[in-house]
């Protein structure tokens, strides 16, 4: 198993953009995590999806959103885009969705907006 | 709020040295506490658990509920642990959130 896969590995967007941001978990995994990780911080919480089903957010605005699909693959989105939201975005999966259950790291989406 | 400190950006020891990561939480729960581990260019990947009470790659981490801290420790250093090292809360009625420290950077000089 290649492990958490996440793409693209980096793109650069402008202002007012749009983006989507994918992650793939390991298999037989179902549950999906997203963090933002600004240059010099820890990864902050977006969402945590777990059998399709939002199970968590974090303190973002409206602006992100994010879905998962049957097999467990999962989308973020951000709308709108500020050049604030410059930042690395990790998706972690586990097999389940309680906080006990190892969270495996993708290597992350850097994403630029000017 | 629930927050983990991490008071150092950088700790920088001699191999051999002993070594020691501080971590100080603030939960109104009883938290789950974890070591997450960064090497260069390797994923996010986790180090160790305080409820398995156990130690990897010599590293021990022990919870102190009354200084609500759970640092991290190896009595001797080794170049191969350098790397970034972040603390985290785990939330449980929150979906299993994880809140992440600032993370410390180790680096062990040779």
């Known amino acids: 198993d290649a492990g958490v896969t996440q793409s693209p590995t980096h793109l650069i967007k402008t202002r007012g953009q749009h983006v989507t941001l994918r992650c793939s978990p390991i298999?037989?995994?179902?549950?999906v995590s997203w963090y933002q990780q600004v240059l010099g911080q820890g990864p902050q919480f977006i969402f945590q999806?777990?059998?399709?089903?939002?199970?968590g957010r974090g303190n973002f605005p409206d602006r992100f959103s994010a879905r998962q699909f049957p097999n467990y693959s999962s989308e973020l989105n951000v709308n709108a885009l500020l050049l604030g939201d410059s930042a690395l975005y990790l998706c972690?999966?586990?097999?389940?969705?309680?906080?006990?259950?190892?969270?495996?790291f993708g290597p992350g989406t850097r994403l630029l907006v000017l | 709020a629930q927050r983990v400190t991490q008071p150092e950006k950088l700790l920088s020891v001699f191999k051999g040295a002993p070594v020691e990561l501080k971590c100080n939480y603030s939960y109104s729960g009883s938290p789950e506490l974890f070591w997450y581990v960064q090497y260069s260019r390797q994923r996010l990947q986790l180090l160790l658990r305080h409820i398995s009470r156990e130690s990897i790659k010599g590293f021990t981490a022990d919870l102190n509920k009354g200084e609500t801290s759970f640092h991290l420790k190896k009595p001797f250093a080794q170049e191969e642990d350098s790397a970034m090292y972040y603390c985290v809360v785990v939330i449980y009625n929150q979906g299993g959130k994880l809140i992440f420290g600032q993370g410390t950077e180790l680096s062990v000089k040779p």
């Open positions: 999806y777990y059998e399709k089903e939002e199970r």
């Open positions: 298999s037989g995994h179902k549950s």
């Open positions: 972690a999966s586990s097999l389940g969705p309680g906080g006990e259950e190892t969270q495996y």
